[in-house]
């Protein structure tokens, strides 16, 4: 993008962000902007241009946002596991400073627990009109619009505690990835739901049958954040255990007990329920299957004790 065209657009956005939400006169304070470890140059030089440019703010001051989040709990080191809706990315911290030659990124995050959940409710679940002489519908993508999607996966999706095992995997011809669910797995996701009703009904407007009850299956929304832990063996991507682990691999022998002491996962997709606690856990279990990895398995395994987030 050109230079000027950038310019305009952030001057246009901040402008927006101090008339709005700040309500300050941007020449009399001071600016601290919190970036991504893999922020592009050229986005960090067109905000400074902008805010010392254009709005003459009078000091600017760039900190890293895993840093950033890590000193709100009281933490100089440990991994920052930034689950964001397009990407995810597993960033060390030492010392108050991020390790940026081992940070590790996967393209999953989440958009992929969107798709996911959007292709399972189209593949399992039903829409009963309230008019009751068109009988059950088949689910198609018109019911599932941003509104119905963003009500399903803020209110009422939630992370299982209890991963699918191995021996399960390998049984099922069909696999398990974005979408992809085989009969054997739904078998056991159906048996393994926590759910008190096995069907969670969403009231919502047809354009081809009128106001209905959507009618999903629980386990769909248990099971919709599987992919993003475990990977996306159709796509090649790498999900977040994985991730979390290589990081652990390449960041120094020396710092590795302390980056496994303190796990702080954030991004959007943190807020699901009980999502921090099960990536803890898969961790913990991953490390474990490894004998050299014994004694960080239980510094994760402390670390998530007391509560999902740590």
């Not at 001051?61 to 920052?80: E, I, K, Q, R």
Request: proline share 7%; net charge neutral; glycine share 8%.
């Amino acid at each position: 993008m050109d230079e000027d065209v950038l310019d305009a657009l952030l001057v246009e956005q901040i402008r927006e962000a101090y008339r709005t939400h700040l309500l300050v006169d941007p020449k009399t304070r001071k600016v601290a902007v919190v970036e991504s470890v893999l922020l592009p140059v050229q986005i960090k030089r067109a905000v400074a241009r902008v805010l010392l440019g254009n709005l003459r703010v009078p000091q600017i001051s760039f900190y890293p946002s895993s840093v950033a989040g890590l000193m709100t709990c009281g933490a100089m080191a440990g991994l920052v596991v930034d689950c964001g809706h397009r990407s995810t990315t597993v960033v060390p911290v030492y010392d108050c400073r991020p390790l940026n030659a081992y940070v590790v990124s996967t393209p999953m995050g989440g958009d992929m627990m969107l798709r996911n959940m959007c292709e399972l409710v189209k593949q399992f679940a039903t829409f009963q009109p309230f008019d009751h002489a068109l009988g059950e519908q088949p689910v198609d993508d018109q019911m599932l619009d941003n509104t119905t999607c963003a009500r399903l996966l803020h209110g009422s999706c939630s992370v299982s505690p209890h991963p699918v095992p191995a021996s399960e995997l390998a049984k099922s011809p069909g696999g398990l990835g974005v979408g992809v669910a085989g009969p054997r797995i739904v078998e056991w996701f159906v048996s393994n739901c926590a759910a008190a009703d096995p069907t969670v009904r969403l009231t919502i407007d047809s354009p081809k049958h009128g106001r209905g009850a959507l009618q999903i299956p629980a386990w769909i929304l248990e099971r919709v954040a599987e992919p993003l832990l475990a990977g996306d063996p159709v796509e090649d991507h790498m999900g977040l255990v994985d991730a979390v682990v290589q990081c652990i691999e390449r960041a120094p022998v020396d710092t590795r007990r302390q980056l496994v002491g303190r796990i702080l996962v954030v991004g959007g997709v943190a807020d699901v329920p009980n999502f921090a606690t099960r990536l803890l856990a898969d961790l913990t279990t991953r490390l474990r299957q490894h004998p050299k990895w014994n004694a960080l398995a239980s510094c994760v395994a402390a670390a998530g004790a007391p509560a999902g987030q740590s």
